[in-house]
């Protein structure tokens, strides 16, 4: 049998571990360990087993996983979120799925901060989905929301994926970064446009709040005073160049400890219980992402990649129809692998065709970012699902599918834009000197 | 089986804690290396307490999350199934989830074995990488006899412990 | 039989001419293609460099490369060439390391080092800061890799600081830290040119060193024929393709750099290198001779 078939076979099989119901971790680590096992004996299989299970559980960029838990867990516990999303509420409460829109903006503003879709993802949903669910949201639309949102956390600068892209392909982060921008607030306008349109079409959906005169506004806002004064500060220490998006998470959690403290809103048995329940969320994070990364050397060694991209070359297709073509194989992959790990599996591959055609490799770069995003939320495995599953145990993962099924087309139709549009993403870039 | 259950809670009560105060810790680590680097005397070796806490921090909870139902599956055609067929995913799959855990064990042992050979420790501190791979066979230990236990529970009691919550958990 | 060889990197870095395909070609071309070696690149077979000596060793890959610096424990004495000053002035770092391979050897247990080189010298990476002298640098922030780096930044008087080679972009922009101390090559592999402003050669300030490894049960099991084509490939001259290779790129990247019109060279003369040797040497001896090595790095450097 070809190293190739046995690849297909394997993601059949996890397809159908997934069907049945075995845990989307266990599933990966025994279609991973038995692929490699298969293509490259049991040895190897245990090695990689235990090296990829020790690396990501000590990787000094994953901590801010713990981390941003620990800080939405704490800033729940002493209502903070409560009062940031009293004020959102008498602020833009009475428009329809004002405060779903209101989320998709904060993700904006969370993956401003954080390069990491996981963060973004894991933050807000600690947050934003019980306040949600008080002012009795539907959780088919606060947990599409969270989902969908968290991504923008890869495509607004910073973003890991485009520092990922630029070194595998050579290109200019900085370039990179700003093409990232105006794509960035176009999904996000296309997120909350998608937000109106569910409400008005089932109004159920996101409940009109009471209109609110300016002095309840304000006294609001007053309430909501501290967390914003961390997030603000957690932010300018970014950018001031005190602290990374890593520490800043540190920062962020100390600060809601030490307010929640001082106002007396936490004592030292809930910051306790707090952190017991950010270590059960971060053991369900880290042991998705340490399986996905057993599906990936497995996909590696079974050379599909490269033998789509033979097949491509094959083709001969006109330039169009290879970047839709190649577009579409992000997409499928995405079904199944966890964003960065694709793209270390497939740019080898797939940039030199680009290049050779005369595609610019920066708007490549942001129309593979965005397909990244929509890997992320696309069944079977959606890592940014399965985070807002793991913080909203009691949300079935179909009605998480549904929720964000209108969100995957509005990035769909974001694509569609950029992809007619190249203009969109190249004009900011164009204007650095260089 | 009671006997074994309470032994059980209390393990995995404990590993969460440790994972807890490690957390804690890498907080309170990150934090004074923050505000030391901002006057110019960083704490000496940082990184490296704060990538071998993750290590507690990741497999600390790892136990609690399976006993609490933690682990995501995908639940979208769990209706359209017969029920004693569920029954029998969810015993397979604590099942799995034991050799896979177990597994991890078995394989880091292996390689800490290596680490001895080499004597490999973190950069600036100096802290043997074998201490955090026995650390993390530990809980992937009491993690793997959970499940096993789970799953006799689930198979021979049909008592499904995820639903019933852990002694030493309170609500927040 | 086609061994793997895992790298880390993607596969337009310089280590894939330099020593995949050089590998490939000569034994493929020895073995009438029975033996061949195929890259796979990325961290495909597990990421980052850490981990890759443990990989080869469990057989997860054949081959790989990797730096000792990451695991400096494993490599106490063949960190000594790292140090500031090992390298004499005219000898190139691969033939110093293979002139003593009798008492680097044994920090390669369960494996072969199929070529172990250095790379450029190191040199000083710089945001808006022009550094001329050890006062230049004193009390400012600097991104160091390992332990040595960073006695060697202290001993300079700076603050050094640890971070993921991938964060450094993003802090050198933000100023959470005013420069690196590291090879030249890093201006092109880590778009550091885009951040930096100046950048000071001349300084001893160590280098970098890398080795490639083959699994000792992978060699063990080829034919004859197979063991005596991998004997011709490896060792001194596939290190010097290496180590030449890097001694390029690096080149490429500083030029490309300065033509650029971003950055600001500056050369050190021998009097101002003379102000950081002063300070830096007494931590290479010392390092040595900490770990038992005095006598090997004075005969390194010719004493
Ligand atoms: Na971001
Ligand atoms: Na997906």
């Known amino acids: 049998m070809s ?17 049945i119901r075995i845990p989307v971790a266990i599933a990966m680590f025994v279609v991973g360990w038995c692929g490699i096992a298969a293509l490259n004996g049991i040895k190897a299989a245990n090695g990689l087993l235990a090296s990829e299970t020790f690396t990501l559980a000590s990787s000094g960029e994953l901590v801010v996983v713990p981390l941003f838990i620990l800080m939405g867990n704490v800033a729940s516990v002493t209502g903070m979120s409560r009062r940031l999303y009293d004020a959102a509420y008498a602020i833009i409460g009475s428009i329809r799925g004002g405060l779903a829109s209101a989320t998709v903006v904060g993700c904006g503003g969370f993956a401003a901060l954080s390069g990491s879709s996981v963060a973004s993802a894991l933050t807000m949903g600690k947050v934003a989905l019980a306040e949600m669910n008080r002012f009795k949201y539907d959780d088919r639309l606060s947990t599409g929301v969270v989902a969908a949102g968290g991504t923008l956390g890869i495509l607004i ?30 999904l996000l306008g296309c997120f909350v446009l998608t937000v109106t349109l569910i409400c008005f079409i089932r109004p159920a959906f996101g409940p009109t709040g009471p209109r609110t005169s300016m002095s309840e506004k304000a006294r609001a806002l007053v309430g909501a005073g501290p967390i914003v004064g961390v997030i603000v500060l957690t932010i300018g220490g970014i950018y001031g160049g005190l602290f990374s998006p890593t520490e800043a998470a540190a920062v962020g959690a100390g600060l809601v400890i030490l307010i929640g403290f001082v106002s007396r809103t936490l004592s030292l048995r809930d910051l306790w219980v707090a952190s017991r329940q950010s270590v059960v969320t971060t053991a369900t994070v880290m042991l998705i992402l340490i399986a996905a990364h057993m599906i990936n050397p497995f996909l590696a060694l079974s050379h599909i990649p490269s033998a789509v991209g033979e097949f491509l070359i094959s083709l001969n297709l006109p330039v169009v129809g290879t970047l839709m073509i190649i577009l579409a194989v992000y997409l499928v992959l995405g079904c199944f692998l966890e964003g960065f790990a694709m793209l270390v599996l497939t740019l080898p591959i797939f940039f030199p065709i680009i290049t050779q055609l005369g595609i610019d490799p920066i708007w490549f770069g942001v129309l593979v970012v965005l397909t990244l995003e929509m890997g992320l939320i696309s069944p079977p495995v959606g890592i940014n699902v399965f985070i ?16 964000v099924l209108p969100f995957w087309c509005a990035m769909l139709v974001t694509l569609a834009i950029l992809v007619a549009f190249p203009q969109i993403t190249l004009f900011l870039p164009s204007t650095m000197i260089q | 089986m009671e ?9 995995i009560g404990l590993s969460a804690a440790i994972g807890s105060l490690g957390l804690l810790v890498v907080v309170g680590v990150i934090l004074v290396d923050v505000i030391g680097r901002a006057f110019g005397s960083p704490l000496f070796g940082s990184q490296d307490m704060v990538t071998m806490g993750m290590v507690i921090i990741v497999f600390g909870g790892m136990a609690l999350c399976d006993r609490t139902g933690g682990h995501v599956a995908v639940d979208v055609f769990e209706n359209h199934f017969p029920r004693g067929f569920n029954r029998a995913v969810d015993v397979i799959a604590a099942l799995l989830g034991a050799i896979i855990f177990f597994g991890i064990a078995w394989t880091i042992w292996e390689s800490s074995q290596i680490s001895r050979m080499l004597n490999l420790s973190t950069n600036l501190l100096r802290l043997p990488k074998a201490w955090f791979q026995w650390a993390l066979m530990g809980f992937a230990i009491v993690t793997a006899l959970g499940m096993l236990l789970r799953a006799a529970e689930l198979a021979f009691r049909g008592r499904d412990i995820r639903g019933e919550s852990h002694s030493g958990e309170e609500p927040l | 039989k086609e061994l793997k060889y895992a790298s880390f990197t993607p596969p337009q870095h310089t280590v894939t001419a330099a020593v995949i395909d050089k590998m490939n070609d000569e034994l493929s071309g020895a073995t009438g293609g029975e033996l061949t070696v195929r890259g796979y690149f990325g961290g495909e077979l597990g990421a980052g460099p850490a981990e890759q000596y443990v990989r080869v060793l469990q057989g997860v890959a054949d081959l790989s490369w990797g730096l000792p610096g990451y695991t400096s424990s494993q490599f106490p004495k063949t960190m000594i060439v790292e140090m500031p000053g090992a390298v004499p002035e005219g000898k190139t770092g691969y033939d110093l390391i293979w002139d003593n391979i009798d008492a680097l050897k044994e920090e390669f247990p369960g494996t072969i080092p199929v070529a172990l080189w250095t790379s450029e010298p190191n040199a000083f990476i710089m945001k808006d800061v022009a550094v001329h002298s050890p ?3 004193a009390g400012l922030k600097i991104r160091v890799a390992g332990s040595t780096a960073a006695e060697v930044a202290a001993a300079l008087g700076a603050t050094p600081v640890q971070m993921p080679m991938t964060e450094v972009y993003n802090a050198l922009q933000t100023g959470l830290i005013d420069g690196v101390i590291s090879g030249v090559s890093t201006l092109s592999d880590f778009k550091l040119e885009e951040v930096a402003t100046h950048i000071t050669t001349g300084a001893p300030l160590g280098r970098l060193t890398f080795f490639t490894v083959l699994n000792q049960s992978t060699y063990d099991g080829l034919s004859d024929d197979e063991k005596a084509a991998m004997d011709a490939v490896i060792g001194r001259d596939l290190s010097k393709s290496a180590e030449d290779a890097w001694n390029a790129t690096a080149d490429e990247a500083l030029s490309s750099a300065v033509d650029s019109g971003s950055v600001e060279l500056i050369e050190l003369s021998d009097d101002e290198a003379k102000a950081f040797a002063d300070l830096v040497e007494p931590v290479s001896m010392s390092y040595a001779e900490s770990i038992g090595g005095g006598d090997l790095l004075k005969s390194m450097m010719g004493e």
Do not use: H, M, N
Not at chain 1, 3 to 19: K, S
Not at chain 1, 388 to 403: Q, T, Y
């Open chain 2, 3 to 11: 006997a074994l259950r309470k032994i059980a809670d209390g393990l």
């Open chain 3, 135 to 137: 006062e230049d640098i």
């Open chain 1, 3 to 19: 190293a190739a078939a046995v690849g297909l076979i394997g993601l059949a099989i996890l397809l159908v571990l997934l069907i």
């Open chain 1, 388 to 403: 807002v599953k793991s913080v909203a145990s009691d949300v079935p993962l179909s009605r998480i599918f549904v929720g």
């Open chain 1, 157 to 186: 600068p910073p973003s890991t994926g485009f520092v990922i892209y630029a070194i595998l392909t050579e290109q200019s982060i900085g370039r990179l970064f700003l093409a990232g921008v105006v794509p960035g607030l176009l």
